[in-house]
């Protein structure tokens, strides 16, 4: 079983950087590890994964059209840490950050581990 633990988030202002981090206890052949998030009112949407190198021919990062050139997902050499740099934050980035770890697609049905959540607030 794969446990995910975050860390990270807050309140930032529009414009302003967070870096969330998720530690990972084993990062299994052709999972992903990525970061879903849920606004208020919103469905829970996949922002960012990151695919172990032996999973299928998809690229080996993916990124919400949303969060393309602000956020980065990168991880350790090991893949026990995983983290999401988000920078030039919108107020619309404003949600519930949940690390996940699934298999083959970048999706919420996908997903098979969720961790615990965490609060990211950006003030206009």
């Not at 030039?88 to 581990?113: H, M, Q, R, W």
Request: aromatic share 12%; hydrophobic share 35%.
């Amino acid at each position: 079983e794969v446990q995910l633990v975050e860390s990270g988030g807050g309140l930032v202002q529009a414009g302003g950087s967070l870096r969330l981090s998720c530690a990972t206890s084993t990062f299994p052949n052709d999972y992903f590890i990525g970061w879903f998030r849920q606004a208020p009112g919103k469905e829970r949407e996949g922002v960012s994964c990151l695919f172990s190198s032996n999973s299928t021919d998809h690229d080996s990062t993916y990124y919400a059209d949303s969060v393309k050139g602000r956020f980065t997902i990168s991880s350790d050499s090991a893949k026990n840490t995983v983290w999401l740099q988000m920078n030039n934050l919108k107020p619309e980035d404003t949600a519930v950050y949940y690390c996940a770890a699934g298999f083959d697609i970048c999706l919420e049905d996908y997903v098979s581990f969720w961790g615990q959540g965490a609060q990211v607030t950006v003030s206009s």
